[in-house]
């Protein structure tokens, strides 16, 4: 692997965070508890991205959000394997997949197809699929270690990858989730949150277009809740994209240097 850019770590939480010191007791009716990382329950974690690292591929990301480390090949636009009709716009195919040491638990990661397919769905309203016709742009998503919020990462990871492909894209597109434990509503969840949550709300959007182009919740979510979480995410994903955009432009500055 090479790297072509990347930057350090950096946090995109949505409001001012606090350090709290109880220790980790969680209850339903516990608003006070702290998390397994120590984070605020609106604390994000921090943010690493570096772009060029699968120098075989068109375009590549790699990703760590704490435990959670991501990499993301884009091969193409290149003339697709499958016969098919002539067309007026491209083809995306998506591919996530979990290497066998990625879960503490050998081989048991999340369901695999299931994040192929809402890897699609969050990419595809993105892509200015009428750039390049009758191909296909390829995206391979490969989980090398998942510390919690795995399907977020990897939609955010792909569009870095994309971009650094040259793939025309409206925007990029960012992702953050929420669960929802008890009473509270932590933002960013790790393996151990996840594990307890009563229920899910993951936002992918593209900031600079205040376009949402996937929502997904799971559980029981009263009205306000919702409307909480959901602007939780909004507000992280909007400091996230800048993270992401920081990265690409160290790229271009390092190659004109």
């Known amino acids: 692997m090479a790297g072509k850019g990347g930057t350090t770590p950096t946090t995109y939480s949505p409001s001012p965070t606090t350090q709290k010191t109880k220790a980790l007791i969680f209850k339903e009716n516990d608003v006070d508890w702290v998390r397994p990382d120590g984070r605020d329950f609106h604390q994000c974690r921090p943010a690493f991205f570096r772009t060029g690292a699968v120098n075989a591929a068109s ?18 636009p290149r003339e ?29 990661g999340s369901d695999e197809k299931e994040f192929t ?23 391979f998503a490969l989980v090398l270690e998942s510390g919690g919020s795995d399907l977020p990462v990897v939609i955010s990871c792909a569009s870095l990858a994309l971009a650094d492909a040259g793939i025309m894209m409206y925007d990029l597109v960012t992702s953050v989730s929420v669960s929802c434990l008890g009473k509270n509503l932590v933002i960013d969840p790790v393996l151990e949150e996840e594990s307890y949550q009563d229920g899910s709300l993951m936002i992918t ?8 182009t996937q929502l997904t919740v799971t559980g029981e ?30 790229v271009v500055t390092a190659s004109q240097d």
């Open 205 to 212: 959007c593209m900031p600079s277009r205040y376009e949402v």
């Open 221 to 250: 979510w009263s009205t306000a809740k919702i409307n909480e979480g959901m602007q939780l995410c909004l507000d992280a994903s909007a400091k996230l994209v800048k993270i992401m955009r920081s990265c690409l432009k160290e």
């Open 59 to 76: 375009g590549s990301a790699y990703a760590e959000f704490g435990n959670t480390k991501v990499i993301v090949s884009v091969f193409g």
């Open 117 to 139: 397919s809402m890897l699609h769905k969050a990419l595809e309203g993105a892509i200015m699929v009428e750039t390049f016709p009758k191909t296909t742009v390829d995206v």
């Open 80 to 108: 697709s394997k499958k016969a098919m009709v002539y067309s007026d716009i491209g083809r995306l195919n998506c591919n996530v997949s979990y290497t066998t040491f990625a879960t503490p638990v050998r081989g048991q």
